[in-house]
């Protein structure tokens, strides 16, 4: 029976863990790079007839060199209301459109705004590692309150925390790999 629930503990834990890994990998997504990546547009979303909706949900979206993306609207009477949000969107390209297709040209990164990114890369790296520390806690209180009501004994305890602490190294790898590789893309010239 406690065995169950240990399980069942380290389950939860191990989802959460994975939830902030594919959180970072999301966010590293729509951070631009220097090159064209579809990815950047994920977060603005046009009025269409009164609903918010996401340009990939109402346009193709193609890397046609690889700094310049196409967005093909499937509706011609909302590529002015497109290349309005892209404009007022904080991704830093200007649109611009021939009333039929929007190109994006992502210019090339200068030294400083290569450094500013991996900035950011690095604090959304630290932000992961943190929402983990707090999983950690969360289970490693449940597993004091099972001790406390002698569920498990000291030596139980000891080593589900050495588990505990196993998996948490393990996942904060990933994310520094994940880190390193995305700063190496941005680094590369």
């Given at each position: 029976?406690?065995?169950?629930?240990?399980?069942?503990?380290?389950?939860?834990?191990?989802?959460?863990?994975?939830?902030?890994?594919?959180?970072q990998t999301?966010?590293?997504?729509?951070?631009?790079?220097?090159?064209?990546?579809?990815?950047?547009?994920?977060?603005?979303?046009?009025?269409?007839?009164?609903?918010?909706?996401?340009?990939?949900?109402?346009?193709?979206?193609?890397?046609?060199e690889?700094?310049?993306?196409?967005?093909?609207?499937?509706?011609?009477?909302?590529?002015?209301?497109?290349?309005?949000?892209?404009?007022?969107?904080?991704?830093?390209?200007?649109?611009?459109?021939d009333?039929k297709v929007?190109?994006?040209?992502?210019?090339?990164?200068?030294?400083e705004?290569?450094?500013?990114?991996?900035?950011?890369?690095?604090?959304?790296?630290?932000?992961?590692?943190?929402?983990m520390?707090?999983?950690?806690?969360?289970?490693?209180?449940?597993?004091?309150?099972?001790?406390?009501?002698?569920?498990?004994?000291?030596?139980?305890?000891?080593?589900?925390?050495?588990?505990?602490?196993?998996?948490?190294?393990?996942?904060?790898?990933?994310?520094?790999?994940?880190?390193e590789t995305?700063?190496?893309?941005?680094?590369?010239?």
């Open positions: 029976m406690q065995q169950d629930v240990i399980d069942e503990k380290f389950l939860e834990y191990e989802e959460e863990l994975e939830k902030a890994l594919t959180h999301n966010e590293y997504l729509v951070i631009r790079a220097g090159r064209a990546n579809p990815h950047i547009l994920d977060k603005i979303s046009i009025d269409y007839y009164g609903v918010p909706t996401q340009i990939k949900q109402m346009a193709n979206i193609t890397v046609q690889a700094r310049i993306l196409c967005i093909t609207v499937w509706d011609a009477s909302q590529v002015k209301n497109v290349s309005k949000a892209i404009a007022a969107s904080d991704i830093g390209i200007t649109p611009s459109d009333g929007i190109r994006l040209v992502f210019p090339q990164l200068n030294e705004r290569r450094r500013e990114i991996v900035k950011q890369i690095k604090k959304i790296s630290e932000d992961t590692k943190i929402a520390r707090s999983a950690r806690r969360d289970i490693m209180d449940d597993l004091k309150e099972m001790k406390k009501n002698s569920e498990i004994s000291e030596d139980e305890f000891s080593s589900l925390e050495q588990d505990v602490q196993k998996l948490l190294d393990k996942y904060c790898d990933k994310v520094d790999k994940l880190f995305k700063e190496k893309e941005i680094l590369e010239i």
